[in-house]
Each structure stands twice: as structure tokens, then as C-alpha cells.
């Protein structure tokens, strides 16, 4: 059986309909519960079993409770999902300190709750898998997103070590990480002192579907590889990174001036 985080919408809600499309017993964890029912009275009548837990990342009660729940209900947990996720914005001359709470508490304490839940249950069972969903953010930098990157580097971190200290006692960890991937999460990310509308217009990037990244989120998966990325230009320019710098650095001034061009005028 699975748990899957920040269920509701978005990659989350995509991944928790493909699990239970191929059988999985699913539990959907989410702040929002309205949404997280909505979803599971839609596959319910399909005869999927889900269940729906209401959750938020940031107090880690809440998810030993949801992981307790599944292992009540289930005997076990197969595969933990740590998939919710904030999105910010923004120049750090324009942020606040107050700013990066938020990114690192969902984000990062998110992820690092998840984890600490689920790993107790699978040490006893000398198996599973955990998926942490962080973000191409966590491995070329973001200027422009300095506290999500910093999150989503602490994410692969977090992930990519703790992959090698339990390898040998059954437990699979994998990351996760996408880029501009058709979701609402460019709606709901938070922009201080942007033009949003102008800049998301400005970049000349096809959207991935978000079934696309799904199906390669679970293929990865299945396939046990360290870390998951996606579309290609994302994979691309994590490989041009680490191969060549110098090059890398032309992409990465060129993500800085679509965030500069976008700067409000007004700003201090």
C-alpha cells in the first residue's frame, strides 16, 4: 500500500489516481480535505480502495498519525510519497525573513517528517520505498528562488544519503525532481515584487502534462533510480551543469534577467 502527501492536486493527485489505477491501496494525505474527499469518491466509484487522511506536513503528529492509520488498515507501508510543496518567488532584496518559513517548513520539515514516520515501519518490515518529490531547484541553481532552491537541494540531500545508509536493510529512497510541469503550482506560488503574469508569459518552455511526469516519476521508481528527472531540457541542463559550469552559467544568467526584467519598478 501507499501514502501519498499533498494528495489533493497537482502531481499529487495525479500520482495517487495512477497507484490506484494499477490496484495500489492508496492513502491521500492533505491539508485541504475537501478536495482529498473529491478525489476519493471519484475513484471509489471505480471500486478503488483510498483512503483519506487529513494531514499537514508541517506537524510531524500528523503524519505518524497517517502512517499508523495505513498500517492499521493494511498490515504495511510499500511506498511513502512526500510530494507536498510551496512555491516562492521573488529577488532576496524584495524578501523578508518571514518569507522563507513557510518554503522550509513544508518543503523541507515536510519531507523530513514524512521520512522519520514512515522509516520506523519499514525497518521492521525490512522493506519499502520512499519517494521524495523535490524539484530540478535541487540540483541547477534558481536565482530568483533562492529559499525554494534551498530547499529543494536540502530535499536531494536529505534523499541521495539516505538512500546508501539503508540500501542494505531493504529500504529504496529515490528523488524526485521535475520542472514546470503543467500543475496550478505556478498559481498558487507566492511572487513578491513580480510581474507573474508577464514573466510565466516570457518563458519559452513547453509545460510538461502532468500524466507525463507521472508515468516517469513511477517508471523511475519501479526502475530504483537515485534520482527522477524531468522533461529532458530539465535533465539536460542538470548534465551541462555538472559537465560545464562556464556553459551552464550562460542559462542560469539568462533565468536571472527574465526575473530582473520582471522586477516591479516600484520596488525600494
Known amino acids: 500500500m501507499s501514502i501519498v502527501t499533498g494528495a489533493a492536486a497537482g502531481i499529487g493527485e495525479a500520482l495517487v489516481r495512477a497507484l490506484a489505477n494499477k490496484g495500489a491501496s492508496v492513502v491521500a494525505a492533505d491539508v485541504n480535505m475537501e478536495m482529498a474527499q473529491r478525489l476519493a469518491d471519484s475513484l471509489s466509484q471505480k471500486g478503488q480502495n483510498i483512503i483519506v487522511c487529513e494531514s499537514d506536513v508541517r506537524c510531524f503528529e500528523d503524519l505518524k498519525q497517517v502512517v499508523g492509520r495505513a498500517v492499521d488498515e493494511f498490515g504495511r507501508l510499500d511506498l511513502m510519497i512526500n510530494n507536498a510543496g510551496v512555491g516562492l518567488a521573488g529577488e532576496m532584496r524584495d524578501l523578508e525573513l518571514a ?153 542560469l544568467r539568462r533565468r536571472r534577467n527574465l526575473f530582473r526584467n520582471h522586477r516591479r519598478s516600484d520596488s525600494s
Open 99 to 251: 518569507d522563507w518559513k513557510p518554503i522550509i517548513d513544508v518543503n523541507l520539515w515536510g519531507v523530513i517528517h514524512g521520512v522519520h514516520a514512515a522509516l520506523p515501519v519499514m525497518l521492521d518490515q525490512e522493506s519499502g520505498q520512499i519517494v521524495n518529490i523535490a524539484s530540478a531547484a535541487g540540483l541547477v541553481p534558481r536565482p530568483g528562488m533562492v529559499p525554494y532552491a534551498t530547499s529543494k537541494y536540502g530535499v536531494v540531500g536529505l534523499t541521495t544519503s539516505l538512500r546508501y545508509e539503508v540500501e542494505d536493510l531493504g529500504i529504496r529512497v529515490n528523488a524526485v525532481c521535475p520542472f514546470n510541469v503543467a500543475t496550478s503550482v505556478f498559481k498558487n506560488t507566492v511572487y513578491k515584487n513580480l510581474d507573474h503574469e508577464a514573466m510565466l508569459e516570457a518563458i519559452p518552455l513547453r509545460q510538461l502534462p502532468v500524466q507525463q511526469c507521472v508515468e516517469q516519476i513511477l517508471t523511475g521508481v519501479r526502475r530504483n533510480r537515485p534520482i527522477i528527472t524531468m522533461p529532458r531540457y530539465a535533465s539536460f541542463e542538470w548534465w551541462l551543469y555538472r559537465m560545464s559550469p562556464a556553459a551552464a552559467s550562460i542559462l
